[in-house]
C-alpha cells in the first residue's frame, strides 16, 4: 500500500477532497472537509447595527487549499416571488487551510464600524431578518425556489436559510437581526440542517487575512492596544477537554509569552501563560492563527492577543487543534525567559494510548494526562516540550519529518524500530518531529539512528501523525548504520519465491528507480525463481488514455535486472479492464509474475483475461489450473475498483506449485489511531476480508482436488498478521502466515507514522513442510527508498510425491 499525502488510513489521517465546479449538493457530515458558508449577516447598515455593510463569510475546514475561481455567492429573498431572481456575487482566488473568505455585500446608512478589508464585494442588498444564501459553482444564477428543487442542483455547494427561509437545508437558522448574524459553530459542522449547525449572535466578519472589525461587540480587537490582561487565560480557553468551553467566543487581551513562530504553511505563533493555574488538564499554551499574513512578533515578547477562539480540525476524523483566529496582538515588552519545557520521556508518558467512546468521539470526556497518552499530549498542546535522545523509528519523509520514541523499551525492532503488535498496543511514546527553524532542518535519518541530545519544541496537532513536537532546539543526528539486508541464494533444490510492491512503477519513471528495485531483485533478494510483484501500472502511468498494457515497463523491469546481475526473467501477467482496479487514476494498477526460465517453467492455458474467471480442474494427475494466468472472482464485487489477484501454475523440477499474487484493497478509508474516535473504526477492513473470504474459497477447491497441493499465497495484503482479514484468509487451516514464523522483533515490512509493521505477507498450504523464510529490510527503514514496502521471500524444498 502506497500512502500518499493527500491520503490516509486507520494510520493516516482522512483524504483531503478538494471540490470542483461539478461540486455536489449535499453538505458534508461534521467538520466538513472543505467550503462552507460559515456566517451570513444582512443588518450591516440598519437602524441599531454596529457593522456599516452586510456580509457573507465563507470557510475551509478542509486541509487543502480551495480554489474559488468560478465560483459565486447568491442570495434569494425568504419567501420568493414568481419574479424572484438569485442575485449574484461573483468570487475569485483561494481559501487557505483552516481560513476565512470575506464577501461584503450592500450598505446602508447607519452603524459605524466597517468591516475589515473585504476579498470580495457585492452589491446585493440582504434582508436582515430572513433569507437563503448559497454557494455556488458557477457564476450563472440559480433557477430553483424551493428547498426540494435546490437539493437536487449540483452547483450548490452549500446552503444557508435563515428566519422563515424557504429555502434551506433542513429547517432555517432562527435569531438574525439589526445586531445579530448566524453563524457556523467553531468545528464548522455541516449536518445538513441549518438550525442545528448555525445559531445568533454577534456578528464577527473575518478575512483572509486573518483581520475582524475592531470594536464589534465584545470583539477581538480593541483599539485602545490594551496594556493590561483581560480576564481570560490560556488555560480558561483550553479547558478541561479537547474543545475549548469558549469556541466560537471571542476574547480579549490574554495574556502570554511567545514560545514559538512559524513563518509558512499555517502561519502563526504559539503563546505559553507563565502564571499556571493548578489543573493538569488544562492546557497552558494556544496556537494563533495569523492566517495569510506572517507573523510580526519574536520569541521572548510578552504580549496580550485578542481573538476568536476556534476548533481547527486539520481532516474529517482528525481531532481539532484549539487556536486564536483574526488575532489583535499588542507587545509589551521583548527578551523574555521562556517557560520551562515539559520533560516527555518513558516516566512521564503514561502507557495506555487513548480512552475509549466504543468507536465513537472522545472529545467531550474530560482528559486523564496521567491515564493516556493522547489525553497527556492534548494537555500539552501549544507547549513547550523536551525530549532527550530518542531513538529514530521512522525515516526522514519528504515532508521534513521524522518519528521519534520517547520510551526506548516499547516494543523494540531488532533495527530499531518500534513494532505495532496488536489494536491494543499503540505505542505510546511515538511522536513526530519537525523543525521551525529554516537554518537547521530535519536531518536525513533512517529508524535505528539517534537525535541525540536535547530537542525542544510546542506541542501541536496535524492530520498525518496527530501531535507532533514543532522544535525550535533540535538534537543532533547520531548515525547507527542501519544496513540494506542481502538475503542467501536459494540452493539447488529450494525453490524460492518472493513478493515486492514496487510502488507504481511505470514506463515513464526514471532509469535510477529501475535501476534501484532492479539491485533489490538481483542483490537483495538474490534473484529469486517467481517475483510477485504488485503495483505495476500501464506503459503510460497516469496518463487516461485507455492504454491498459505494461510490456514496456516490464521489458525495462527486467532488462534493468540483468544489468544488475539477475536473470533475464520471463513475465506474466492479465491485464485488467481501463480504470476497473483502483491505484492511481489513469495508472491501471495490477499484478504481474516475473519467473526464472532457468529455473522454473511457467503453465500457459489460454483464456484467461479480465473477466474470466480461473477455476480448478481436478485431473487425475492432480489439480491444474482452467487458464493460467487467471484472476480469481474477477467479476465479483469483493473486487471493485481493486486490483484482481493472479493466478499461475509453475513447475519447479517437474513438480507443479500454484502462486497467487494479491494486492488487497488500502487502508484509506480507516480512521487515523489518532484520531477523535475511539476506538478508531476500520471501514476498509470489509472489503478486505470479502477478498479474502474470495481467495480462501479458491485455496480450498485447489486443496479439495489434491490435498498435497504446494499453494503459496503473497502480496501486499494491506493487513496485519492479527486482523481478521488475515484469520478469514486462513479459515480451515488451509494456509498458513509465514510473518509469524519470524522473532516478534522482525515482523515486519513497512513503516508508518513511527510504527513498524506488516502489511505485505506469504502463506502456504500445508503440503509445504520445509521452508526458509526472510523479510529483506532494504526499503521501509530508510529515508532513501526506491519502494515504501520491503519485499520478502520463501525458499521451499519441493520433494516428490
Not at 437536487?152 to 429547517?171: C, K, M, P
Not at 535522545?389 to 530499531?416: H, L, M, S
Amino acid at each position: 500500500m502506497h500512502i500518499s499525502r493527500h491520503g490516509s488510513a486507520l494510520l493516516a489521517g482522512a483524504v483531503a477532497v478538494t471540490l470542483s465546479v461539478t461540486a455536489l449538493p449535499a453538505a458534508f457530515a461534521a467538520p466538513s472537509p472543505t467550503a462552507v458558508i460559515s456566517e451570513v449577516y444582512g443588518g450591516g447598515g440598519n437602524s441599531g447595527a454596529t457593522l456599516t455593510r452586510d456580509f457573507i463569510e465563507l470557510a475551509n475546514a478542509g486541509s487543502a487549499t480551495y480554489g474559488l475561481a468560478g465560483f459565486s455567492v447568491q442570495y434569494l429573498p425568504a419567501s420568493p416571488s414568481a419574479g424572484s431572481l438569485w442575485q449574484v456575487s461573483a468570487l475569485t482566488g483561494s481559501i487557505a487551510p483552516g481560513g476565512r473568505h470575506l464577501v461584503a455585500q450592500a450598505a446602508g446608512t447607519g452603524g459605524t464600524v466597517a468591516l475589515p478589508t473585504a476579498d470580495a464585494t457585492g452589491t446585493v442588498a440582504m434582508s436582515a431578518s430572513g433569507g437563503s444564501v448559497a454557494l455556488v459553482s458557477g457564476t450563472t444564477p440559480l433557477t430553483c425556489k424551493t428547498a426540494a428543487d435546490c437539493a437536487v442542483d449540483t452547483r450548490i455547494v452549500d446552503l444557508v436559510g435563515y428566519g422563515s427561509a424557504v429555502v434551506r437545508e433542513g429547517s432555517p437558522v432562527t435569531g438574525a437581526s439589526a445586531s445579530a448574524s448566524v453563524a457556523r459553530g467553531a468545528a464548522l459542522a455541516d449536518t445538513d440542517d441549518n438550525a442545528a449547525d448555525l445559531s445568533a449572535g454577534t456578528p464577527t466578519p473575518v478575512n483572509s487575512a486573518g483581520e475582524s472589525s475592531g470594536g464589534t461587540g465584545p470583539g477581538p480587537g480593541d483599539p485602545g492596544n490594551p496594556t493590561e490582561p483581560g480576564t481570560v487565560r490560556v488555560h480558561d480557553i483550553q479547558g478541561a477537554t479537547r474543545l475549548s468551553p469558549l469556541a466560537g467566543q471571542s476574547v480579549s487581551a490574554v495574556p502570554g509569552v511567545v514560545t514559538a513562530v512559524r513563518t509558512s504553511g499555517s502561519r502563526g505563533f504559539w503563546i505559553q501563560d507563565t502564571a499556571p493555574d493548578a489543573d493538569a488538564r488544562t492546557g497552558e499554551g494556544l496556537f494563533v492563527y495569523t492566517g495569510s499574513s506572517a507573523p510580526t512578533v519574536a520569541v521572548g515578547d510578552s504580549v496580550l492577543v485578542s481573538g476568536k477562539v476556534a476548533e481547527y480540525y486539520p481532516a474529517a476524523t482528525a481531532q481539532s487543534l484549539t487556536q486564536l483566529t483574526a488575532p489583535k496582538t499588542t507587545v509589551l515588552s521583548s527578551g523574555n525567559a521562556l517557560p520551562e519545557a515539559v520533560v516527555l520521556d518513558a516516566a512521564s508518558v503514561p502507557g495506555a494510548y487513548a480512552p475509549t467512546a466504543n468507536g465513537g468521539s472522545i472529545e467531550a470526556l474530560p482528559l486523564d494526562p496521567t491515564a493516556y497518552a493522547l489525553d497527556l499530549y492534548e494537555s500539552l498542546e501549544g507547549t513547550r516540550v523536551r525530549i532527550a535522545d530518542t531513538r529514530i523509528t521512522g525515516a526522514t519523509t519528504r515532508y521534513n519529518e521524522i518519528w521519534v520514541t520517547v520510551k526506548p523499551q516499547e516494543q523494540p525492532t531488532a533495527r530499531g524500530g518500534t513494532l505495532y503488535a496488536s489494536y491494543a498496543d499503540q505505542n505510546t511514546g511515538r511522536i513526530k518531529v519537525l523543525s521551525l527553524d529554516a537554518a537547521r532542518p530535519i536531518p536525513v535519518a533512517d529508524v535505528g539512528d539517534v537525535l541525540s541530545g536535547t530537542t525542544t519544541g510546542v506541542m501541536d496537532y496535524a492530520s498525518f501523525g496527530g501531535y507532533n513536537l514543532q522544535a525550535t532546539e533540535l538534537g543532533t543526528l547520531t548515525d547507527n548504520g542501519l544496513r540494506r539486508e542481502v538475503t542467501r541464494p536459494q540452493r539447488g533444490n529450494e525453490l524460492a519465491v518472493a513478493t515486492y510492491n514496487v510502488e507504481n512503477l511505470d514506463a515513464l519513471d526514471d532509469q535510477a528507480k529501475f535501476d534501484t528495485l532492479a539491485a533489490g531483485v538481483a542483490v537483495n533478494l538474490s534473484s529469486p525463481d517467481i517475483l510477485s510483484l504488485e503495483e505495476i501500472q500501464d506503459d503510460n502511468g497516469a496518463v487516461k488514455d485507455g492504454t491498459v498494457g505494461s510490456e514496456a515497463t516490464l521489458k525495462r523491469f527486467t532488462d534493468a535486472i540483468v544489468a544488475a546481475g539477475g536473470p533475464q526473467y520471463a513475465w506474466r501477467y492479465v491485464a485488467p479492464e481501463d480504470g476497473q482496479d483502483g491505484g492511481e487514476p489513469g495508472g491501471n494498477i495490477r499484478n504481474v509474475f516475473l519467473f526464472n526460465p532457468e529455473r522454473v517453467s511457467f503453465v500457459d492455458r489460454a483464456g484467461g483475461d479480465a473477466t474470466t474467471p480461473v477455476s480448478v480442474v481436478d485431473t487425475k494427475k492432480g489439480a491444474t489450473l482452467s487458464v493460467s494466468p487467471g484472476r480469481i472472482t474477477p467479476t465479483s464485487s469483493a473486487w471493485e475498483d481493486s486490483r484482481k489477484p493472479l493466478v499461475g501454475e509453475f513447475r519447479f523440477h517437474g513438480k507443479p506449485v500454484f502462486v497467487i499474487a494479491n494486492h488487497f484493497t488500502s487502508k484509506g478509508g480507516d480512521q487515523p489511531l489518532h484520531g477523535r474516535n475511539q476506538e478508531p473504526v476500520r471501514s476498509s477492513e470489509t472489503k478486505r476480508v470479502q477478498q479474502a473470504a474470495e481467495v480462501n474459497t479458491f485455496v480450498k477447491s485447489l486443496l479439495s482436488a489434491d490435498k498435497s497441493a504446494r499453494v503459496v499465497t503473497l502480496g501486499d495484503l494491506n493487513d496485519f498478521a492479527f486482523s481478521t482479514t488475515m484469520d478469514t484468509l486462513t479459515d480451515g487451516g488451509v494456509l498458513s502466515p509465514l510473518i509469524t514464523t519470524l522473532p516478534a522483533s522482525e515482523q515486519y515490512s513497512y513503516v508508518f507514522d513511527g510504527n513498524s509493521q506488516t502489511l505485505d505477507h506469504i502463506l502456504t498450504s500445508p503440503a509445504v513442510t520445509r521452508f526458509d523464510y526472510d523479510v529483506v529490510h532494504i526499503n521501509a527503514e530508510f529515508a532513501d527508498q526506491a519502494s515504501d514496502h520491503d519485499p520478502q521471500i520463501v525458499r521451499m524444498q519441493v520433494n516428490k510425491r
